[in-house]
């Protein structure tokens, strides 16, 4: 049964949704209008594929980490439908927004955690053999660390953004990450390397669109 959305419709305090909202836009799932990118996928997207499957997969006995969890949209959503969630992620001012909009909601099952999935002693801070669901939102990648972290059934769930045409680099905005080369499926090769087998991946293609000149500039 789909997850109602409705629980989620109080957030953080409006002046800092709306700061954040100026500072991240969608790498942060802030719906706005100062965002520059306007995505289209033709009524087919991953976003709406990723909270089909966790739909699907949340349970009220599920322990859920959300890797790169942001101002907490996603586990807000989830929380009361799992028996415990808890994320991850490394801003601080995006971290402050989830706990206001945790506490807005009455969540008690949710934890909150301030560090880099890319360094162990953050993931340190995360419990042992807990979590049988993780989830990143275009965020970090599962590492090493997080692996003893894991149940043994746990599932991950993980929408990838990825610029295969070479746009990014065409117009000066080249991230500092390895060149993924012609293989789609690059992240599948990297979780095998850790003993992660996928069950299944599906592939999007879209549209994206600067809405004017200076905000390509």
Not at 34 to 62: F, I, N, Q
Not at 160 to 180: E, S
Not at 187 to 215: I, N
Request: proline share 6%.
């Amino acid at each position: 049964m789909p997850i109602d959305l409705t629980a989620t419709a109080v957030s953080a305090p409006v002046e800092l949704d709306e700061a954040l909202a100026r500072r991240y836009g969608s790498y942060a799932s802030y719906v706005t209008d100062v965002d520059p990118v306007l995505v289209e996928t033709y009524g087919d997207g991953p976003a709406a594929e990723v909270d089909r499957l966790l739909d699907l997969l949340a349970g009220p006995c599920s322990r859920v980490l959300d890797l790169g969890c942001g101002a907490g949209f996603t586990l807000c959503r989830l929380a009361p439908h799992v028996a415990s969630i808890w994320g991850l992620d490394l801003e601080e001012d995006l971290l402050a927004a989830a706990r206001a909009r945790v506490a807005s909601l009455g969540i008690d099952n949710a934890t909150l955690v301030l560090g880099n999935v890319a360094e162990a002693d953050d993931v340190a801070q995360l419990p042992d053999n807990t979590f049988d669901l993780v989830l990143s939102r275009r965020g970090p990648n599962v590492t090493q660390a997080v692996l003893p972290k894991l149940a043994a059934d746990a599932l991950v769930v993980q929408e990838l953004f990825q610029d295969p045409l070479g746009l990014l680099q065409m117009f000066g905005r080249k991230t500092f990450v390895a060149d993924i080369g012609n293989n789609p499926h690059w992240l599948v090769d990297e979780y095998s390397w850790l003993g992660l087998l996928p069950v299944s991946t599906k592939s999007y293609y879209y549209d994206s669109f600067l809405r004017d000149a200076d905000h390509l500039a």
